[in-house]
């Protein structure tokens, strides 16, 4: 790995009772020294702020798992990058869940991790083919146009900022993992076509893996030259499988 900070993120999803929560911030925060990698934990919305009462003054960061694409006015349900810099340092975009369940386009996800540069959170874009695509041998063509999405609406500037997930949505949530070198296959690609219009950025750059990572596969991924950190669904939900995944990017 370049000159990297690993980066352990945890997307809990539409999981856990606010006391659930609160908890578990606590024992991560508890069990984090706060050294050789960053670590960032995103609830859902309502608990926000009383997770971010338990991570305050502590190494672990906060984030939220949507922005808007705009600031404040009439967008009933929305949340603005705005308000979530007031609580978060990151913001899930364009995970395939939103994509899939919200008609999230490429475009769309492109303009929300640009609203989030803009408000000063680090947006974590989510991208990944579903398996009719890996299986028509046309996933790191299908990612690609993803990442042209993103990094066009960023700009030169702005994508040495913004952090990519690779996550391939066949390996969501469904104990079927990529393996190591599918993954870096990928996040290779990823790499090579950030660097071809914008060598700095490409360099730094952080991408992530997400897909049933867990306590044990962790290790495998983080030693590849471009995976850079995971981001985590189910083994986040416990502090001690999510604990051994950070100790394995340290
Ligand atoms: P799982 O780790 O549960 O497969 O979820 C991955 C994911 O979607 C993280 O954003």
Redesign the pocket.
């Known amino acids: 790995m370049a000159d990297r900070t690993p980066l352990i993120?945890g997307?809990w999803?539409m999981n856990l009772e606010e006391w659930q929560a609160v908890e578990l911030a606590g024992s991560i925060a508890d069990g984090f020294k706060g050294t050789g990698v960053d670590v960032v934990l995103c609830p859902p919305f309502p608990w926000l702020v009383p997770v971010a009462a338990v991570l305050q003054g502590t190494p672990v960061a906060l984030g939220a798992q949507d922005c808007s694409t705009e600031t404040a006015g009439a967008y009933t349900g929305q949340v603005s990058p705005a308000m979530l810099n007031a609580l978060c340092s990151y913001v899930?975009v364009g995970?395939?869940?939103r994509r899939r369940d919200c008609c999230e386009s490429n475009e769309l996800v492109g303009q929300k991790a640009n609203a989030a540069l803009a408000a000063g959170l680090t947006p974590i874009a989510?991208v990944g083919e579903a398996l009719d695509i890996r299986d028509a041998g046309q996933a790191i063509s299908w990612v690609e146009e993803q990442v042209d999405a993103i990094a066009s609406a960023v700009g030169a500037e702005g994508v040495a900022r913004i952090v990519i997930?690779y996550?391939p949505i066949w390996?969501?949530?469904?104990?079927r993992?990529a393996t190591p070198d599918d993954a870096e296959d990928v996040v290779a690609a990823i790499r090579a076509r950030v660097s071809a219009t914008n060598a700095t950025a490409g360099a730094q750059l952080r991408i992530l893996y997400?897909?049933?990572?867990?306590a044990e596969n962790a290790a495998a991924y983080l030693a590849t030259a471009n995976i850079d950190g995971l981001?985590?669904?189910?083994?986040?939900l416990k502090a001690d499988s999510f604990l051994e995944i950070v100790s394995a990017a340290i």
């Open positions: 993120a997307n999803k899930i995970h395939s869940e989510c997930a996550e390996a969501i949530g469904t104990g993992s997400g897909g049933s990572a867990n981001l985590v669904g189910g083994a986040s």
